[in-house]
């Protein structure tokens, strides 16, 4: 064996040994997200509870976290708070505009996902209820936020 041919093979040796012993670092490969939130990384305190319920309100509480409009309100047509929006049925308020509900025209949707029937924002309710354990806080804080949810999805489960 000549010298160059010795020197190759202990430079592509030792090049594979370092190659395999740089891939070991199990704690590089096995890193939490930077870059978002998730379910490892989340849970984790009061705050975290709090940011999540706070998140939640918009998706069933109509005009929540938007001010005093909230946009076109259906079937009533209405543009305004939740209290005007209910008050179109009543005789508090007379609408502006023809009500289909108030001349008992309505028809109630019959599509899959139409007409309320649409349970994708109970799912984020679920996923509160599978991971708030994960919470270092005391139980009654965690009971305090499990009450809300709790509130909220039996709300709209009987809405349905």
């Not at 706070?54 to 939740?82: C, E, H, M, R």
């Not at 599978?130 to 270092?136: F, G």
Request: glycine share 6%.
């Amino acid at each position: 064996m000549t010298r160059t041919n010795i020197i190759y093979k202990i430079t592509l040796f030792t090049c594979i040994v370092t190659l395999f012993y740089s891939c070991k670092k199990d704690d590089f490969t096995t890193r939490l997200p930077l870059d978002r939130l998730g379910d490892e990384n989340f849970w984790r305190s009061e705050n975290d509870l709090r940011l999540y319920n706070n998140a939640i309100y918009p998706l069933y509480i109509t005009g929540f976290g938007t001010g005093f409009a909230d946009g076109t309100l259906q079937p009533w047509g209405v543009n305004a708070s939740k209290i005007v929006y209910g008050d179109v049925i009543t005789d508090n308020l007379i609408p502006n505009s023809y009500s289909t509900v108030a001349a008992n025209t309505y028809t109630v949707p019959t599509l899959s996902g139409s007409g309320g029937w649409n349970f994708s924002n109970i799912r984020v309710l679920n996923i509160f209820l599978d991971n708030y354990n994960k919470a270092t806080v005391s139980d009654d804080i965690k009971h305090l936020y499990l009450a809300e949810v709790y509130f909220l999805k039996h709300g709209i489960i009987l809405k349905k």
